[in-house]
């Protein structure tokens, strides 16, 4: 189970913070998270991350690849709902590609909470069937 964690800079420290409170259930996955915001978290906890580029650089769209070879099951997405993002296109393909893979995506702190506790109780299990599913398509 692979879990995807990305926040604009206005959500940097509340992303670090929901790592630092949730760092011994993240560290049972494998992490990906763009440029900045691997790096902030791997700075400020012990979690391994396998760091993508910025998101402005692209780091979205490789979170978006990687939802199309069903390499990724979770989606924490902290956005900044208050300032435009130059690459907002990036932003919206993919949570469009997590629509179209059935991926969960929290995009602030409460549904972020509730899916990590989901993952911590075996709830998004149903993950790897539909994954094998689609593998034998
Ligand atoms: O811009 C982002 C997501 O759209 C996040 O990118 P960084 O983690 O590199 O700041």
């Not at 690849?65 to 435009?84: E, G, K, N």
Request: net charge neutral; hydrophobic share 40%.
């Amino acid at each position: 189970m692979n879990v995807a964690l990305v926040a604009h800079d206005e959500m940097k420290d509340t992303i670090v913070g929901f790592c630092i409170g949730y760092e011994s259930i993240l560290s049972r996955y494998k992490l990906y998270a763009t440029g900045t915001t691997a790096k902030r978290i791997m700075d400020e906890t012990k979690l391994k991350i396998n760091r993508l580029a910025s998101g402005p650089l692209g780091g979205d769209q490789q979170i978006g690849s990687l939802l199309v070879t069903q390499d990724i099951d979770l989606v924490i997405f902290l956005r900044d709902p208050l300032t435009s993002q130059a690459h907002e296109p990036d932003i919206q393909a993919l949570i469009r590609l997590c629509d179209v893979y059935h991926v969960p995506i929290a995009t602030n702190l409460a549904s972020a909470e509730i899916f990590i506790k989901a993952l911590d109780r075996g709830e998004l299990a149903w993950r790897e069937v539909r994954k094998t599913k689609i593998q034998r398509n």
